[in-house]
């Protein structure tokens, strides 16, 4: 193998030779400077090295552990093999040096050879297979690990990798089996507290979010390291096999392009429903049937769903994005449904049309409240009167628009609780398990707005009890017996669980 490698692809090389449980010299050089570090069956033996203070002799001088008298005892001792695999055995045979201290400074110089070609922006790799001579050396699984993500700390050209990293949605998990015993490595706090919260859940921005400033990029290091060894993987892959930079730097442009793409549609989308009256929002004609105006709804409410928005823009537009739905919503139903007669003149504003209401506002849920205590007020009541609609829906058996008119209540009031019940109620009748989770999520947002309902508790009890999650379903229902002590009906619920 003879390769130029880049400061983002040397763990790489490190990482296949380990992989493949190769043996022989890893060569690598850059202008005069020459180092070697020597592979016995993936793991790394030993290391040498054309500066003067990175080699085995000078390391035990400039520790202490052997004078510069007896180094040269040892060296004068040698024949034409002057590596430092025959300055050990000469100092071991001599009795100059400690078979430990010995160890230890040769652990020392692979560190060092280590640390310092991770910094290299680039270079030349060539790896010369081969048995090895015989040598005092020691290794094994943990300290070659080990001594990869010490490169991977101080590794040059680790910007573009950072920052793809944190732009991933990808989650971080431990493959299985791991490849090492993680909880042998040695860890640093930071490091052991950013293990802790991998747990196949969370994404890197997540898992480093609370720690300081100046630690995030220490554990960024230290999760590429993980992640190229094998120890973690990503959920979904990148790619198939190991993780290669390649992939991750690529898949990092696509996706900032397609996150530019997004944003943009977002922002065009968003001036255009402001100022567009409905056939022009839905771009149909005035004479256009039913299933048109379902067909151009469902394309344009298909284009900003949440699978298809990139977490980090639904997150940067969540009031465009609340708009944009609720507008759309507001014509959908505005153009599918039959004109009913207005009401009498006292009723007026109370029932005014709540699209009229949206247009003469044109205010958001997140608006600043100093601004405008007044138009706040307003947003409520358009809430109420979207509440009354999905009430007379649902009422009516007609679920599909009870669910829309619930939407359109929550975009204008998101901490009113009857809101989330009503919409789960809807849901809840609807069989498939992606129905039961969404109203599983809408009523355990009610009980989090309105913790004293207990009907909120009951209904999501009896929808866990339904599931077949008895643990879940038992804790709702004795959150609902706290608020009424005496309810024959819970008492009934919680007996029929044991």
């Not at 692809?9 to 202008?31: H, P, S």
């Not at 002799?57 to 695999?85: K, N, Q």
């Not at 050879?113 to 090895?132: N, T």
């Not at 707005?449 to 643990?471: A, M, T, V």
């Amino acid at each position: 193998m003879q390769a130029q490698f880049s400061a983002q692809t040397l763990a790489e090389i490190f990482r296949d030779l380990y992989v493949q449980e190769r043996t022989g010299a890893l060569l690598l050089t850059r202008g005069d400077l020459k180092k070697e570090v020597h592979f016995d069956r993936g793991m790394i033996l030993y290391a040498e090295s054309s500066v003067a203070e990175e080699q085995l002799g000078a390391i035990l001088v400039e520790s202490g552990r052997l004078s510069a008298g007896a180094l040269a005892e040892g060296a004068d001792s040698l024949d034409e093999d002057r590596s430092d695999p025959a300055l050990a055995r000469a100092l071991l045979r001599r009795e100059l040096v400690g078979r430990a201290t010995l160890l230890q400074a040769a652990r020392t110089v692979v560190e060092q050879v280590v640390e310092s070609v991770f910094g290299w922006e680039g270079g030349s790799a060539r790896f010369v297979e081969g048995k090895l001579a015989e040598t005092p050396f020691e290794t094994d699984i943990l300290a070659t690990i080990e001594v990869i993500l010490l490169g991977t700390t101080c590794m040059a050209g680790f910007e573009p990798i950072h920052e793809a990293m944190l732009g991933l949605d990808n989650r971080l998990c431990f493959r299985h089996p791991t490849p090492i015993p993680v909880e042998r490595l040695t860890l640093s706090p930071s490091h052991g507290f950013t293990l802790s919260r991998v747990d196949g859940n969370t994404t890197l921005s997540e898992v480093i979010s609370i720690l300081p400033p100046g630690e995030e990029e220490i554990a960024t290091r230290f999760v590429f390291g993980l992640l190229v060894m094998g120890v973690l993987e990503y959920e979904p892959s990148l790619g198939s096999g190991s993780l290669r930079v390649a992939e991750l730097l690529r898949d990092h442009g696509d996706r900032q392009a397609l996150e530019r793409m997004q944003e943009q549609a977002i922002q065009r989308t968003y001036a255009a429903v402001q100022g567009q009256n409905c056939h022009e929002i839905l771009d149909v004609s005035p004479q256009a049937k039913r299933t048109e105006i379902e067909n151009a709804y469902h394309s344009i409410k298909t284009q900003f769903s949440r699978e298809r928005l990139l977490p980090k823009v639904r997150s940067r537009f969540k009031s465009e994005l609340s708009l944009i739905e609720s507008r759309l919503i507001e014509t959908f139903l505005t153009l599918t449904q039959p004109q009913r007669a207005r009401p009498a003149a006292s009723d007026a504003e109370a029932a005014q049309d709540p699209a009229t209401y949206a247009e003469d506002l044109n205010v958001r849920v997140e608006m600043d409240r100093s601004k405008s205590k007044v138009a706040l007020d307003k947003a409520n009541r358009v809430a109420d009167v979207y509440y009354a609609k999905a009430r007379k829906s649902m009422q009516e058996g007609d679920y599909h628009n009870a669910i829309q008119y619930g939407k359109l209540a929550i975009s204008y009031n998101p901490q009113d609780a009857r809101f989330f019940f009503l919409i789960a109620d809807c849901q809840s009748r609807n069989p498939e398990a992606r129905w039961q989770r969404m109203a599983e999520e809408n009523l355990t947002k009610a009980t989090e707005l309105d913790p004293w309902n207990p009907e909120y508790w009951i209904s999501l009890g009896r929808l866990y009890k339904k599931r077949g999650l008895k643990l879940r379903a038992k804790r709702q229902f004795q959150e609902a017996l706290k608020l009424v002590p005496n309810s024959a009906d819970l008492i009934r619920e919680l007996d029929a669980l044991r």
